[in-house]
């Protein structure tokens, strides 16, 4: 199938096939005709299926339709026609180049973001002036909302990206109060990785007879991506796993994850001592800082990025070859999508998870979750001298379907700012 065959606007297929794409994926194949119609949907699908222009596309097709009907006066706060709800801001960031990408061809189209950690003033022009599509978090766009400067009163296409994990930052409330901002005619379009439990609750709440669209479990392998396991036998010996793979040649660019904010911090200036081109990348980071470490991956100014789950979520740099689990998930659910940051556009990527004898129990749930064994690898010279647990090591009397994340480490408090680690590898203190 090619994007022809979706009875998309001529400006749109141009635009796809000016960045480069051909054949839409299998959820743009199976979500952009009912999102045309104007269908209600809950939509699952893996990261990296596509699913961004899944409903930017329909989300476009509405603004060109518009363009055939009077424009307000000037000075008249219309407000948006289509809005995006998203967890965090660096997919907030993504969606709106993703929108700007295949409308550029669609004549006068404004986006804007509305976000947390970017001046109030930015935004708020961008709200008073002529908009078709707003990408917001919902935080922030409740602060606009309640102070009467933003007008959601002509939205005509609510989309929910992410909205588990919206959720589970504690949005529930902030989500309905926003809809409810919205006309009751509209289309809403949800994407979340499951629609069980309060996700579920809140689909029936905002959507009318939706249409289920459910591409792959959020359990299928990544095909493009090769899975291992490193047991550590304690911290220095995960730190010296950490160097050893980040000198290796194959490393075109390495994303590491971290439990912590302050592990991030950390880490990344440990890496740094030792000649990295690396930077963190977490929600504690003013919002411009944040965005020029982005462009500094981007640009491949930066070899090697210590990032957080939130601050991670929604990043699409092709070039990362390897993902790293320094630090474990929270959640099993959190595994797959930050694996999902590599092995992008068609190419292999690399995903290694550190662990230490405690985080036994979270990689027996990731695999559970997973449906698939982490084959266990060596390095030369750095071979654990403690027996490998058991792949399906005893869980304990925790509480069947509930998450945990890895147990305290018990790891000193953090070195202060300014000073220097007594040798390469050593725990902060």
Known sequence: MSFDTLNLHEALIRAVKTAGYTAPTEVQTLAIPPAMAGRDLMVSSNTGSGKTASFVLPALTRVLASRSQPRPPRGVMQGPRILVLTPT??????????????????????????????????????????????????????DHLESGKAVLGNIEMLVLDEADRMLDMGFID????????????????????????????????????????????????????????????????????????????????????????????????????????????????????????????RSKHLRVLVATDVAARGLDVPSISHVINFGLPMKEEDYVHRIGRTGRAGRAGLAVTLAERRDSGMIHRIQRYTTQRIAPTTIVGLEPKRVEPKPAAPMGQRPAGKSFGPRPSGRPAFKPAGKTFSKPGARPR
């Open 174 to 297: 902030p989500i309905h109060h926003i809809a409810a901002a919205t006309p009751k005619a509209r289309q809403t379009v949800m994407y979340s990785a499951t629609f069980g439990g309060h996700v579920g609750r809140l689909a029936e709440d905002l959507l009318r007879t939706p249409q289920r669209i459910e591409v792959s479990s959020q359990t299928e392998a990544h095909a493009d991506i090769e899975q291992r396991l490193h047991w550590a036998d304690d911290f220095q010996h995960k730190n010296a796993l950490l160097d050893h793979i980040l000198t290796e040649r194959s490393v075109e660019q390495a994303l590491v994850f971290t439990s912590t904010q302050r592990d991030a911090d950390w880490l990344a200036e440990r890496l740094g001592e030792m000649g990295h081109s690396v930077a963190a990348l977490h929600g504690g980071m003013p919002q411009g800082r944040r965005n020029r470490v982005l462009q500094g991956l």
């Open 89 to 142: 801001r660096e997919l907030a960031m993504q969606v709106a180049k993703a929108t700007m990408d295949y409308g550029r061809f669609v004549p006068g189209l404004s986006v804007a973001t509305v976000v947390g950690g970017v001046p109030y003033g930015l935004q708020l022009k961008q709200l008073r002036g002529p908009l078709d599509i707003l990408i917001a978090t919902p935080g922030r766009l409740i």
